[in-house]
C-alpha cells in the first residue's frame, strides 16, 4: 500500500519554538509521505529562524489568509452545502463544542469558516489523512474540517497547559472523533485518559518528540563553569530561581556564567533582577537562536539548567542530553520518563530554590559526574527519543489505521 498522503496542521508553522514539529514533518517525509504543511496564521518573521524555516514557510497554506478572501470561502462552504445533512451536524458540532458565552461560539463559528476552506484545501489535493499539533484551536478546525469532509483525522497532544482547561477544548470530544491520539508521554496519556471517553482509550498512543542526536555531535570543551537556559523568558520557566542560585553561587566561583537563549514577556523584568543581583556581567541574554546555533551552545555547556513549574516533556532536555550535557530541572509531568536523578542528571522539586542552587553546586563541583552523565543522557536519548524513530512510529500508526488495524500503546517504528 503506499504511504497515505498527509495534511499538517498546527496554529503556526513553522516557528523557532516548535522545531520538533518540523523534524517531525521532515522524518514523515523520509518515510515515503507526502505531507503538505498547513498553518493557520502566517508566522512573524521574529520567529523564523534561518533559511529552512523561511522555505517550509514558503511552501505552507495560510488557512485564515485563504479564509478571509470572500470568494474563496463562499466557494469552499459551498461545495460542503451539497451534502445538507454532514454540513448541519458539523454546524452543530461547532455550536455545541463553543466555548461558553457568545465570545466563544463566536470564536467557534470562526473555527467552522476556517475548517471549509482548509478541508476543500486538502480535498482539491487528495489528501487521505489530516494530523494536528496543538490540541487548541487548530485541532478544533482539525475536528469541523473532518466533519465537513469525512476526512480522518488524529492530533498530538502536549500539555500542561491544554490539561489545565480541558472543558474549554472539548478534548474530550476530539478525541473521541479522532482516528487517533499521539500522547507526548505516558503522563500525558493518563492525563488525557482523565477527561476521555473509556472506549477511546486504546487509541490514544505514545509517541514522543524527538531530536537528532547526529546534531549534536562534536569535541567537548574541557570541563568548565558555563550554565545554559533554553526556553520563553515566561513565569512559568522558573527563571527568577535560576537567576537568585547564580547570585549565591557566584562568589565562590568567578568563572560562573550564564547563557539564556529564549525571547519572552518577562526578559525585562529578568535582565532588571540579574542588574539588582548583581550579576548582570555573567548573564548573557542572546533572545531567540537557530537549531545550528543551540547546538553550538549546548556543545560550549557545562550543563542546562530548566527549572520550570510546568512542562510537558521539554525538547531542550533531549537537545541537552544528545550533546552529552548533564541537565538540572524539576520533577513535573513526564519529565521523569526522560531525566531519571542521579543518571541523566538532577531533578529538584519545582518552585524550590534551596534545592536547585544545591543541585547546581553539586555538579559544578563534580566533572566526572558531570561527564558520566552526560554520556548516559546521549544513550537514552538515542534509544528512545530520536526523532527519525519517532516519525516512523507515526506513519506506522497512520498506515495501521489506515489498514483497519488496532496498534499497541507504543508502536513499533516501521522497518
Not at 451539497?82 to 455550536?95: C, D, V
Not at 480541558?166 to 482516528?179: F, L, S, V
Not at 473509556?198 to 514522543?208: A, M
Not at 559526574?369 to 512510529?393: I, L
Amino acid at each position: 500500500m503506499s504511504p497515505p498522503r498527509i495534511a499538517y496542521l498546527t496554529g503556526e508553522y513553522p516557528r523557532a519554538s516548535d522545531t520538533f514539529i518540523q523534524r517531525e514533518v521532515a522524518g514523515l517525509r523520509a518515510c515515503g509521505h507526502e505531507v503538505l504543511t498547513c498553518s493557520i496564521r502566517r508566522t512573524g518573521g521574529e520567529h523564523l529562524v534561518g533559511p529552512e524555516q523561511r522555505a517550509e514557510q514558503a511552501a505552507t497554506f495560510h488557512v485564515l489568509e485563504a479564509a478571509k478572501r470572500p470568494g474563496r470561502l463562499i466557494a469552499a462552504h459551498a461545495r460542503w452545502m451539497r451534502s445538507p445533512g454532514r454540513y448541519l451536524s458539523a454546524l452543530r458540532l461547532a455550536w455545541r463544542t463553543a466555548p461558553a458565552g457568545l465570545r466563544g461560539h463566536l470564536y467557534n463559528l470562526i473555527y467552522f469558516a476556517e475548517a471549509g476552506v482548509l478541508a476543500a484545501h486538502l480535498a482539491d489535493r487528495g489528501v487521505t489523512h489530516l494530523h494536528n499539533h496543538i490540541a487548541k484551536a487548530s485541532c478544533t478546525v482539525a475536528m469541523l474540517a473532518s466533519a465537513l469532509s469525512g476526512l480522518p483525522y488524529s492530533f498530538t497532544i502536549h500539555g500542561p497547559d491544554i490539561f489545565f482547561a480541558p472543558e474549554h477544548w472539548r478534548i474530550d470530544e476530539k478525541a473521541r472523533r479522532a482516528r487517533f491520539v499521539a500522547c507526548i508521554s505516558d503522563f500525558a496519556r493518563s492525563q488525557l485518559m482523565c477527561f476521555a471517553p473509556q472506549e477511546s482509550w486504546p487509541r490514544l498512543h505514545v509517541v514522543h518528540c524527538g531530536v537528532d542526536p547526529a546534531r549534536y555531535d562534536g569535541a567537548r570543551p574541557a570541563p568548565g563553569q558555563h550554565l545554559l537556559f533554553v526556553g520563553r523568558l515566561a513565569a512559568v520557566k522558573g527563571v527568577p530561581l535560576l537567576l537568585d542560585a547564580l547570585a549565591a553561587l557566584a562568589p565562590e566561583r568567578p568563572e560562573l556564567r550564564l547563557t539564556l537563549i529564549g525571547d519572552g514577556p518577562e526578559r525585562a523584568a529578568l535582565e532588571a533582577q540579574a542588574a539588582r543581583l548583581g550579576i548582570a556581567k555573567r548573564c548573557a541574554f542572546l533572545g531567540f537562536r537557530g537549531q545550528a546555533e543551540v547546538a553550538e551552545a549546548l556543545r560550549e555547556a557545562d550543563m542546562l539548567v530548566l527549572p520550570s513549574f510546568a512542562e510537558g516533556v521539554p525538547v531542550v532536555l533531549m537537545e541537552a542530553m544528545a550533546a552529552q550535557v548533564p541537565v538540572v530541572t524539576t520533577r513535573i509531568a513526564g519529565v521523569p520518563e526522560l531525566v531519571e536523578d542521579g543518571v541523566h542528571g538532577r531533578l529538584v522539586a519545582p518552585g524550590d530554590g534551596a534545592t536547585l542552587q544545591d543541585a547546581i553546586g553539586t555538579l559544578l563541583d563534580d566533572p566526572e559526574a558531570r561527564a558520566r552523565m552526560g554520556a548516559a543522557g546521549r544513550a537514552k536519548v538515542a534509544e528512545s527519543y530520536d526523532a527519525g524513530g519517532e516519525a516512523r512510529r507515526l506513519s506506522a500508526l497512520i498506515r495501521a489505521y489506515a489498514g483497519g488495524e488496532a496498534p499497541p500503546k507504543r508502536p513499533e517504528p516501521e522497518a
